[in-house]
């Protein structure tokens, strides 16, 4: 396993690959890796030859009161564990390599930017649309390994993929979960004991209003209502960023459920702001 961390010399070794014929398997990640991150890095290798996977916590996809000071950084044991993988490459640039005195170009996509996480935090999409596509400039992968656990991320670089004309494929990887239904995340570090315990009211609430959904209820605000209540409930959860049922393109909020449907909920729980959502498809007989 290799670790580049120069952007040019990332370039010239994917190019080297690309001239060669393989197919490059890309897996973009912020670190403190978990089994959902490995998850990717498994499907990626069973879908091309050589993998890569970035280490990089993203300056400008971080809000100036956020958490990028803190964010959790485990580099010895993220190489340990992307060995194992047989990960061929990481490539773990520096912010100075990355966003060079001078740097002016942004990538922003509209309107389904702004909902849901964009409309808390103004710039985070911008700031990953931006990263994904300079990464995808130096990587030149093939394939690029997204999770849904960040459903409205893998959308927006749909998005930019489809816009920008970028000849890369994004494949969406399930959800990997903690036994109890916790999305992994490595936000989850900075939950003490009681936080951990209360942080299973996310999935139990996506569950809650799934099921309520299937019994046959249409009323989408109805079921935003029942997952407010389920989640205040609980004492730990100490502000609702958003919990509803919105479209699963436009990520408008939706008063009638019918069709492909995102249930999804953002919370705080103490400090640490956790994400979390459910696609279904629901028909109903008109
Ligand atoms: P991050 O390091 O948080 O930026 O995540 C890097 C990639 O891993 C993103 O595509 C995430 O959606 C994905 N990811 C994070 N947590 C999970 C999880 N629990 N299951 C599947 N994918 C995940």
Redesign the pocket.
Known sequence: MEIIRIPRIMQDTSDDYVLRGRKIGF???????????L??VRRAKQENDIIIVSIFVNPIQFGHSEDFYKYPRDIEGDNEKLQREEVDIIFMPEISSMYPEGFLTHVKVEKISERLCGAIRPDHFKGVATVVTKLFNIVKPDRA??????YQ??VVVNQVVKDLDMDVEIIV?????ERDGL?????NAYLDKSQREASIVIYKCLIEASELIKSGIIDAGYIKKIMHERLLKEPAVSGIDYAGVYDHTTFNELSEINGDLLLAVAVKIGETRLIDNILINVKRKR
């Open positions: 897996v973009p990640t912020m670190g403190a890796l978990h089994e959902g991150h998850s990717l390994y997204f999770g849904q656990k960040d991320q893998t990887c399930p959800t990997i979960r999305a992994m995340s490595s936000r």
